[in-house]
């Protein structure tokens, strides 16, 4: 009974095909080694990266997500490493947990949703880079491990490893005060505070990116306030839009960012900068944003 000619048991059939169901296949890279940064003896320099169509191969075989999104630490293999990721933040499709590699600190990205959706944001930091705009300086896709299956993720560098300050608007993981007078903050300062941010809204629009509200999050480099543009999950960047109607959604967009980079007892001592975070507020000063946009 269960036993057929061959003499396999019917039931060991089933078990064998639901295992395949669920087991990811093993990674083995194709053609030469692609590295997260530049060739360096040590630090991340030596981890293989993946590209988009070697991670979509990948997902076709990720059928469960072997880690929890609520999960504080997650263990993971990485390039042969055992590893211990510790969570810094999640959103609505990755964690992101902090992992020491090689004695490099590093942020492993793992999707827990929409994963097809985060294997284009390489290539779109890339494209956004090669503009002038400012992005994480890394991000690749490389095979981790979690709880034995082997899954796509994306690696990148943790905020507070940066040269420059990184303001996430969703989890703020700093106060912009404490690097920028909050005191400047006013309407007199309009253009000297404004002009960095609208010359990046320029550039987007003039190269034809959509990029939608999660992207924008606020850098401060070089003493001035700019775009950090991440969270990128689009399968394509450019698509042909109406300009008024760009630059009025982003500068929508890179004004909430502003006031949302400071913190909240700060920014409720300061009306100039409670104000940026209400429709009210920023329509009060689109005039002179778009003054300042036609000016460039
Ligand atoms: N390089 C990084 N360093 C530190 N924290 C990060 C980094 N990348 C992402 N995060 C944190 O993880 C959160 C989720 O990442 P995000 O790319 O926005 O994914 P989601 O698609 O889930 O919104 C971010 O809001 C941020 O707080
Ligand atoms: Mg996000």
Redesign the pocket.
Known sequence: MGIDRAGIKLTDVIIGYGKRLIETKPYFPKGPLRYVTEPQANGIGLLKSMTKEEAKEMLTFCRIKPFSARDRQVAMKINGQDVLGTW???????C?YRVKLNGEEV?V?LPHANWGAAVNEPQNMLELKKLGLVT?DYCKIIPVEVNGSTIPALI????DKHSFKIF?K??P?DALEKYFDINKMSEENIEEIFTPLIKDIKTLIDNNIHIAY?SFNIALKDGKLRLYL??L?YEKLVRKGNNDELFKIYTDYATEAVAASFSWSAARKNPFVNSLGSIAGTDKIYPKLLDLYRKL
């Open positions: 810094i933040e999640g959103g609505g499709s990755k992101a942020c990205l994480n990148s560098k943790p905020y996430d969703k989890n993981n999660d991440n969270d999950p």
